[in-house]
């Protein structure tokens, strides 16, 4: 059973504009969420995170929102530049000691010029 | 730059073969974990240490031998592999018990079991 679902493998944005990739998790114990950027041949880069108890967190061009009642976060990038171009993973946790973050399938992000 | 560093970066070994992954960081943080990430795949987690014990093992079998002989290292000791467990092997490291606290994950090594 996959508890954290990226149900689009890839998207395709503007140079720009806004990039949305989405998240869905069955867990409703979770309470702590990730994203991480992924380049080919290189480990994850964490991008941002959110607490459960939070709805919105921004650093930045990134910012990601949390709907509990859905099981739903987003992770939003604005203005979407070349270099963002990566997999993003979306990942969840228990925060009990050391995490047993559970990744996402990714989302292949593409952002043409 | 990566501040979880692995060593090495990439591997080949045949299947009767016995070596090393290694990973290190310098960050503070008392837990480590090994994950596995086959191709177009998430990272799949394997194990983790808190202060220096073991904490979770997923079910991996025994020809994975973890090691963390300090709060800064962390190695997995591989014997008698297969050509199935051929994949990109990666360390991360977090603090334990901090709300906040990402995974910091090293670049990896990509292991091939011929």
């Known amino acids: 059973d996959q508890q954290v679902k990226q149900n689009s493998p890839s998207l395709s944005v503007q140079e720009g504009r806004i990039s949305i990739l989405n998240c869905d998790y069955t867990n409703s114990m979770f309470d702590y969420f990730l994203w991480y950027k992924k380049y080919p041949a290189e480990g994850p880069t964490f991008l941002i995170s959110?607490?459960?108890?939070?709805d919105k967190n921004e650093d930045g061009r990134f910012t990601v929102f949390l709907n509990k009642s859905a099981k739903h976060l987003s992770l939003h990038i604005v203005p979407s530049q070349p270099g963002d171009s990566a997999v993003y993973f979306c990942?969840?946790?228990?925060?009990?000691?050391?995490?047993?973050?559970?990744f996402g399938q990714g989302t292949r992000l593409t952002i043409n010029p | 730059d990566t501040e979880v560093t692995q060593t090495p970066k990439h591997l080949v070994m045949g299947m009767t073969n016995k070596k090393s992954l290694k990973c290190e960081q310098h960050m503070g943080h008392r837990a480590m974990y090994w994950y596995k990430q086959k191709a177009k795949k998430p990272p799949e987690l394997m194990f983790v240490?808190?202060?220096?014990?073991?904490?979770i093992n997923e079910s991996v079998p025994s020809r994975f031998s973890p090691e963390c002989p300090n709060s800064s290292l962390l190695n997995l000791h591989l014997h008698a592999l297969q050509p199935e467990d051929s994949a990109l092997y990666l360390c991360?490291?977090?603090?334990?018990?901090?709300?906040?606290?990402?995974?910091?994950f090293g670049n990896g090594t990509r292991l091939t079991v011929t």
């Open positions: 991360a490291s977090s603090h334990i018990g901090q709300g906040n606290s990402p995974l910091h």
């Open positions: 990942a969840a946790s228990l925060i009990q000691g050391a995490q047993k973050l559970v």
């Open positions: 240490y808190s202060y220096e014990k073991l904490s």
């Open positions: 959110i607490s459960s108890i939070k």
